[in-house]
């Protein structure tokens, strides 16, 4: 089954190049290290997620761009098709002349019923050039105005027009220092609206991943290309086929109705974080040797701990006692700030996979003591290397591991909010004060929601 993505505004687009980047030079690398049978499968099964085949033979991204300007776009178009790998359809872009200034209002109440039937015609096409489809990935940020109110705007579209298709949307989270004035309440407005028409909300933070970046693949000078690599590395690391438990020895043929059944059991509950480990410079993967048992390890207390990387986990940081009371066991976990999560999926990808051990992550003691263990935990598996990695392995979790940004982001638009700044900016648009009372409710509900797990 495909995969349409939907890439909106410059963030999206540029974040959106470098995932088929990663997924087509992951499938043409060399580095498989897995039997020709299991590579051609991969290859296939890739193939068929995310790219339809040209008259030339050039693989073409399943995907529409979107943006109000047209740098990016036509940027990200030409080093596409320069690459000589893989290329955009010419035709399946949009844009127009001016940006929407970093207004939520203005991309989702003007340029998204403005521009609705043109873009909708665009995804229709893409839809037909799948046999079957398993569902939309649409890449953006939150903070500006185009990828985050008109993103908003086209995944109600998709929901209306598609009811039966997943829709996973990836969002990136802004810097905390911030670029954009109005970026929480651009925040704020994108989170709520997504909540009502998304099937899932992958997170990236740029905070975190700049980190990443600077301590983990030692770069020194970070552009925006070096974080979307890291990104790009982590999401491909989930979406190229695996094998799960269900569909024995075949590739998982609806890989986002797969991701949802494993992670998302309730709507209340729809943030997906992902960590994935080891990573680091390509020149020192050489050098480098990893065990299964070393590796889970460390992705075990990163989750629990709610580490982003590994480096800096906090070992101090155990799952609750299974005797202890739970009013004692809950205050425990809030001093140890423990990351109680609702659902976790582990993909191992590369050498030896088949003899790791997951007990640990099956453990009930780290999950919410409504969903049964045995339902909240699953592993997706493949012999096949990723990336020039000999050994991955990538954890999407449904846990409380957005609370504190997620708290940060209402708090300062509220504060914001209460001495209404900006307002009228929005409002010229015909987002009301209402509008954005409903989206405060909305948000915390779900921080509520999930602090009590
Ligand atoms: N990770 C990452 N973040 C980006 C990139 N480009 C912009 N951002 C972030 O995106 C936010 C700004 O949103 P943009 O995508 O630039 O804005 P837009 O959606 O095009 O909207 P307008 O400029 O208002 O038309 C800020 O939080 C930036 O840090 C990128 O290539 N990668």
């Given amino acids: 089954m495909s995969i349409v993505a939907v890439q909106l505004g410059q963030c999206g687009n540029q974040v959106g190049h470098e995932v088929f980047n990663t997924i087509c030079g992951d499938v043409r690398g060399t580095h498989g290290l897995c039997s020709k049978k299991e590579n051609e499968a991969y290859h296939d099964a890739c193939t068929e997620r995310f790219f339809s085949e040209a008259e030339s033979g050039v693989p073409v991204a399943r995907a529409v761009l979107v943006d109000m300007e047209p740098k990016v776009i036509s940027q990200t178009l030409s080093i596409a098709a320069r690459s000589g790998h893989w290329k955009y359809d010419d035709q399946s872009h949009f844009c127009q002349k001016q940006g929407s200034g970093n207004n939520w209002a203005n991309g989702y109440s003007v340029h998204g019923p403005r521009n609705k039937e043109v873009i909708m015609n665009l995804v229709q096409k893409e839809v037909e050039k799948c046999d079957r489809l398993s569902g939309f990935f649409t890449i953006m940020s939150m903070a500006g105005g185009t990828g985050s109110g008109l993103g908003a705007f086209v995944t109600q579209c998709l929901r209306d027009a598609f009811p039966t298709s997943f829709i996973l949307n990836h969002v990136i989270w802004p810097y905390g220092t911030g670029e954009v004035i109005v970026q929480n309440y651009n925040s704020v407005l994108t989170l709520s609206h997504l909540y009502q028409s998304s099937d899932a909300l992958l997170v990236h ?152 051990d997951l007990g640990s992550f099956r453990d009930p003691s780290l999950y919410t003591s409504w969903l049964n263990p045995q339902d909240a935990f699953n592993a997706w598996k493949t012999p096949r290397a990723f990336n020039k990695y000999e050994k991955s392995a990538s954890l999407v979790s449904n846990s409380q591991f957005l609370l504190k940004p997620l708290d940060n982001v209402v708090g300062k638009a509220w504060n914001m909010f209460a001495s209404k700044a900006y307002i009228h900016q929005y409002t010229k648009f015909g987002i009301e004060e209402e509008d954005f009372l409903d989206s405060f409710t909305t948000l915390e509900q779900v921080i509520s929601s999930y602090t009590n797990l």
Wanted: hydrophobic share 40%; aromatic share 6%.
């Fill in 205 to 356: 933070e740029n905070d975190v991943i700049h980190k990443i970046c600077a301590q983990l693949m030692h770069i020194k000078q970070i552009s925006f290309r070096d974080v979307n690599q890291v990104i790009a590395h982590q999401l491909g690391s989930v979406f190229q086929p695996a094998h799960t438990a269900e569909a024995g020895l075949h590739y998982s043929r609806n890989p986002l109705g797969d991701l949802m059944e494993a992670l998302v059991p309730h709507p209340e509950f729809k943030m997906l974080g992902l960590r994935n480990i080891p990573q680091m410079p390509e020149n020192s993967l050489a050098y480098s040797t990893f065990s299964w048992p070393g590796l889970l390890k460390h992705l075990r207390q990163m989750l629990i701990a709610n580490a982003k990387m590994e480096e800096g986990i906090d070992w101090q940081v155990r799952p609750p006692c299974p005797g202890s009371s739970i009013s004692s066991s809950h205050s425990t976990n809030k001093l140890l700030h423990f990351n109680t999560s609702i659902a976790n999926l582990v993909i191992l990808r590369g050498k030896d996979m088949h003899s790791v």
